[in-house]
């Protein structure tokens, strides 16, 4: 059955349901909309729009990062992912998760010591700020961009399948709504609003995601051999399903592609700029090494249940019914929950469905408001503020020149997430952890760590990343080539064979801020170093 036809089918057993369903999204929408105008209405000076005032507790700031992080890449690709390659795709979980002990180890205690509100400060602290600061906020921007590729795709086939929209007019008109709310989350309610919606919605996520391993595992008398066993037959594969390789172990070129898709994942997360930017938000170094602790554990959790996600709808709905919906597996949550409620038809599954979804709505939204925050701030902090403006602006002028950027980047985000609606949501994310490894993460521990350090090191990291990473994609599987979930379905211009860079591109920004270092003329500032050291260890002199 087409993915039309089986969206016509929900559509039309649903149609007496509609307004339920409509009027319970409404709601969630309302209601995520009045936080961020409650918090608007704080927010009166840029330390409040960029850091929420550092105001926040470690739990809070903890519950927000998990809010930030799982994302519809976690909830709506990751089931998806498990649904159609079984251990394969439960393999984003694991890389999702461990990426936080990078970040715990190496990145959270002494970026909130040595930064004020973004991670160009970090970089400018000890080289030359205007070409630096530059290069930070282009990458900020960039690797948003990308992340937000994913929350967008998500959006569309979320909204879609809850609505009976089956045409691309339709799913371009949702990925623009979901635009414009993020653009309004971010414009009135800065850091504050944003924060406060990343805690309600990894409460409802947590929540929803418990409910539906609660009643997967219900379904199999909560014996996970059973779940398993029945998920391994329904996919067609039989023992394979449970076994690593069905996606990633085929030929050479796949299991390249998973050790790519490994290190994106470890690596990425302490390089992602919206969850850098979380660690300025509270008062002290160690407020925000515990609310990395708090992290840790919700988002452990909530992979835990991904498993049950993933493998329940494999089990009750089957690899092609999934497939059917939305070819890169998006729409396995929502089926899965329709299903756990009574099923297509029913008020309880309409019910169920139609929570399930405006939670992972709510998802999208406060990760794409996360996201565009970081970008914005980046924008007018770094390259206004610091570059064009030479540190003369005043905070009004900052602000404004930050709810500005929000509109483009937000015109941006519509844009390109039109053009990413039919992709694995997982996937998309994949790259932007691997854009944000090979440009930030090099940059960020030379700066804390090497003395030698050197601007041009700094440059050529960033921007070597970068480029690299990104051409990659541009030329990959991902962009063209594969006529299923290509986002151009009908060309073929790729060369590189790997769906993700990482493997490439990672190691390329570490050895190019070595050898940018090694070949500068410029000597690095030992004093400098000196004082960076003892801020970012201690908090000494630390905002």
Do not use: C
């Amino acid at each position: 059955m087409s993915s039309p036809a089986v969206i016509q089918l929900a559509a039309a057993s649903t149609a007496e349901h509609r307004p339920l369903i409509i009027t319970l999204f409404a709601v969630f929408v309302a209601a995520t909309l009045g936080i961020t105008v409650w918090a608007g209405r704080q927010t009166k000076s840029a330390a409040d729009f960029y850091a929420g005032g550092r105001q926040f507790t470690a739990f809070q700031n903890g519950l927000a990062v998990s809010g930030d992080y799982m994302s519809a890449a976690s909830f709506l690709g990751i089931a998806g992912a498990i649904a159609l390659y079984g251990y394969d795709g439960f393999l984003y979980s694991i890389g999702f998760l461990v990426a936080w002990l990078v970040a715990l180890l190496l990145v959270a205690e002494p970026l909130r010591n040595a930064g004020r509100y973004t991670m160009g400060d970090v970089l400018a602290f000890r080289m030359r700020q205007r070409p630096v600061r530059t290069a930070a906020g282009v990458s900020t921007i960039v690797v948003s961009i990308f992340y937000l590729l994913a929350q967008m795709a998500g959006a569309g086939v979320l909204v879609s399948l809850l609505l009976g929209i089956t045409g691309d007019a339709g799913k371009i008109l949702i990925v623009g709504l979901v635009g414009v709310l993020m653009i309004v989350y971010v414009t009135i309610g800065g850091m504050k609003g944003t924060t406060w919606v990343q805690m309600v919605k990894a409460v409802l996520l947590i929540a929803g995601a418990l409910l539906m391993t609660v009643m997967v595992l219900w379904k199999f008398h909560f014996n996970v051999s059973d779940l398993l066993g029945t998920a391994a037959e329904k996919s067609g594969k039989g023992g394979k399903f449970l076994e690593p390789g069905l996606k990633y172990g085929a030929n050479g070129t796949s299991k390249l592609d998973f050790i790519s898709l490994g290190l994106a994942l470890v690596l990425g997360t302490a390089g992602l700029p919206h969850i850098l930017i979380r660690f300025y938000t509270v008062p002290t170094a160690k407020a925000a090494r515990k609310s990395v602790n708090w992290a840790i554990g919700i988002i452990g959790a909530f992979y835990l249940m991904t498993i049950a996600l993933g493998f329940g709808a494999a089990a009750l709905i089957g690899p092609k019914e999934v497939k059917a919906a939305n070819p890169a597996g998006n729409a396995a949550a929502p089926q899965l929950a329709e299903h756990l409620g009574g099923g297509v038809g029913t008020t309880g599954g309409a019910v169920l469905l139609a929570v399930i979804s405006a939670v992972a709505f709510a998802t999208i939204l406060a990760v794409v408001a996360g996201l565009t925050l970081a970008s914005s701030s980046s924008f007018a902090h770094d390259i206004y503020a610091n570059v064009i403006r030479k540190g003369k602006a005043t905070e009004e002028e900052e602000m404004r020149a930050a709810r500005w950027s929000t509109v483009f980047i937000g015109a941006a985000a519509i844009l390109l997430g039109a053009l990413a609606r039919d992709m694995n949501v997982a996937g998309l994310v994949a790259l932007a952890f691997a854009v944000a490894a090979s440009a930030n993460l090099p940059t960020i521990l030379y700066s804390l760590f090497w003395k030698r350090f050197t601007t041009q090191g700094a440059l050529w990291s960033i921007y070597g990343g970068l480029i690299s990473s990104v051409v990659l994609v541009l030329f990959s599987p991902v962009v063209s080539g594969n006529a299923k979930t290509s986002m151009f379905k009908s060309v073929d211009f790729h060369w590189f064979p790997l769906e993700n860079p990482g493997l490439i591109s990672i190691p390329l920004g570490f050895l190019l801020g070595w050898l940018g270092t090694v070949l500068s003329k410029e000597p690095a500032d030992p004093q400098k170093f000196a004082e960076l050291e003892v801020r970012s260890l201690t908090g000494t002199g630390a905002h």
